[in-house]
């Protein structure tokens, strides 16, 4: 898929220099700031690409970069939160449409928030991914837990962007664990590119101090709240309390260990599949026989694996499952299809496309 982008600069409240990008059209979905970003080099990142290409394909996507990292103003004094809300209000403020999605990732979930709540008329659906409402020194409530997020600071004001490759590993390994070696190169890269080492730690630091956990429960915004079980970043718990405080909010338990989702995971298909719904995208995503089946959308992910010819023990690797796990549900999938076999089940979910004859 052919993917461009314009990128233009607004001006914050204090003065920085703010570098906002967008590609598509239709829909305009937001992502708030959050610790990583380089809008001009994600357009070649094998991490974020797929997220351009797929918010994209049938909407306007909308992100910037944060005060201090990637095309944004680097050198600033101010880098509290208190300025990432006002830089979140500037971007905003720019966008024509009375209304739009906004999108909030791990931090940009907080921000998100805050910005509904002073915004609501503006903000048509909520959707946060691996997010969370209290910082990792706010949630302490022990001695180790916050010697253990004072730590990470100075671990990254000691070891960001180096070339060692152990502290290339340990930041890799907390936001995609299971990515493969190209994407760990490249977001050990996205260090060195986005974000000097004192900037990363102070943003660090000022994100540990997040609490918006008590203004969640005054959201009146269709909200959607997806969370990886294995999140290696943001613990899993964090995303089951802001479900349980946004009122009438929508919880999607994603299988994977990954911070940031990648496309060749089965949890990707899941959250994009829900994102559209959530939005009111009607465009059919899975073949007839299996929404009538009523698949869930982990087993439709759980399917999809078998159309590639995976075995059972290739799909209980690929899924961190048991293959006894991964039998019992391909056994509930086939009783829900009315089938008795792999290749039954294949045949009765290929879509209409599939299905067509391909030219020569």
């Known amino acids: 898929m052919k993917l461009s982008q314009s990128i233009r600069f607004c001006t914050s409240e204090d003065g920085t220099r703010i570098a906002v990008a967008s590609c598509g059209e239709g829909k305009v979905i937001v992502r708030a700031a959050h610790w990583l970003s380089h809008v001009d080099y994600d357009l070649e990142s094998p991490v974020w690409r797929p997220w351009l290409q797929a918010l994209s394909a049938h909407n306007q996507f909308v992100r910037y970069d944060p005060r201090g990292c990637g095309l944004s103003d680097r050198h600033v004094a101010d880098l509290s939160i208190e300025a990432w809300h006002a830089d979140l209000d500037a971007v905003t403020a720019t966008i024509e449409q009375p209304s739009f999605v906004l999108l909030g990732l791990s931090q940009g979930g907080a921000l998100s928030i805050a910005y509904a709540l002073r915004h609501p008329e503006r903000v048509s659906h909520l959707v946060l991914l691996n997010a969370y409402g209290q910082g990792a020194r706010v949630r302490a409530q022990t001695e180790a837990e916050r010697l253990e997020a004072e730590t990470l600071v100075n671990f990254v004001r000691i070891g960001w962007g180096r070339e060692n490759p152990a502290f290339c590993q340990f930041f890799t ?169 792999r290749s039954q089940a294949i045949v009765m979910t290929l879509s209409d496309r599939e299905r067509a004859p391909q030219p020569d």
């Not at 290696?232 to 994603?254: N, S």
């Open 173 to 341: 390994n907390l936001f995609i664990p299971n990515g493969t070696q190209e994407q760990h190169r490249w977001w050990g890269d996205l260090e060195r590119v986005t974000a000097s080492a004192d900037v990363a730690a102070r943003l660090l630091w000022q994100m540990q101090g997040i609490d918006v956990l008590d203004l969640a429960v005054k959201l009146r915004v269709p909200t959607l709240i997806a969370h990886s079980r294995g999140d290696m970043r943001v613990p899993f718990d964090e995303g089951c309390k802001l479900a349980a405080a946004i009122p009438g909010a929508r919880f999607l338990p994603l299988e994977s260990k990954n911070h940031v989702l990648l496309p060749t995971e089965p949890a990707w298909k899941v959250f994009q599949d829900e994102l559209d719904a959530f939005l009111g995208d009607e465009r059919p995503r899975q073949p007839r026989a299996i929404r009538e089946a009523g698949l869930t959308p982990a087993e439709a992910a759980l399917l999809d694996l078998v159309k590639q010819g995976l075995d059972n023990r290739a799909i209980a690797q690929r899924l961190s499952k048991s293959v006894k796990t991964v039998r019992n549900q391909l056994s509930m999938i086939f009783s829900k299809l009315g089938v008795h076999s």
